[in-house]
Nanobody, 124 residues
Framework: QVQLVESGGGLVQAGGSLRLSCAAS????????MGWFRQAPGNEREFVAS????????DYADSVQGRFTISRDNSKNTVYLQMNSLNPEDTAVYYC?????????????????WGQGTQVTVSS
C-alpha cells in the first residue's frame, strides 16, 4: 500500500507564494509519475501539474504555467509544487497523486493513489 501525505498549504495573500510537499511511503515511488490536482468548492477536480518518474519531463495546466513549478526528489520519496504569484482563483484543496506508470498524464484516471489533500486559500 502506498500512502501520500501532503503538507505546506495555508492562507496567503494574492501575489504570495507557497510550497507544497507530498511525501510517499513505500519503495514504489521512484518509477512512477507524480501529479498535482486541485478542487475548488463546487468545481470538479482539475489537473495542475505532473512530472515524469525521473523528473526530466513536466507538464502544467495553462492556468498555472509560468507560476507553478513541480519537482521531485526520489531519494526522499517526495514531490513538490512551488506556487508563485498566487491569486484567489488558485484557492482549492490540492491533492498529489501517484501515476500508474512512469509517464506523466493530465488525466486523473491515470493515477492510482491519492493523498488526503491540503487546503490553499489565497486572499485578495
Amino acid at each position: 500500500q502506498v500512502q501520500l501525505v501532503e503538507s505546506g498549504g495555508g492562507l496567503v495573500q494574492a501575489g504570495g507564494s507557497l510550497r507544497l510537499s507530498c511525501a510517499a511511503s513505500g519503495r514504489t515511488f521512484t518509477h512512477h509519475a507524480m501529479g498535482w490536482f486541485r478542487q475548488a468548492p463546487g468545481n470538479e477536480r482539475e489537473f495542475v501539474a505532473s512530472i515524469y518518474w525521473s523528473g526530466v519531463l513536466t507538464d502544467y495546466a495553462d492556468s498555472v504555467q509560468g507560476r507553478f513549478t513541480i519537482s521531485r526528489d526520489n531519494s526522499k520519496n517526495t514531490v513538490y509544487l512551488q506556487m508563485n504569484s498566487l491569486n484567489p482563483e488558485d484557492t482549492a484543496v490540492y491533492y498529489c497523486a501517484r501515476g500508474r506508470s512512469g509517464v506523466e498524464s493530465r488525466f486523473a484516471t491515470e493515477y492510482d493513489y491519492w493523498g488526503q489533500g491540503t487546503q490553499v486559500t489565497v486572499s485578495s
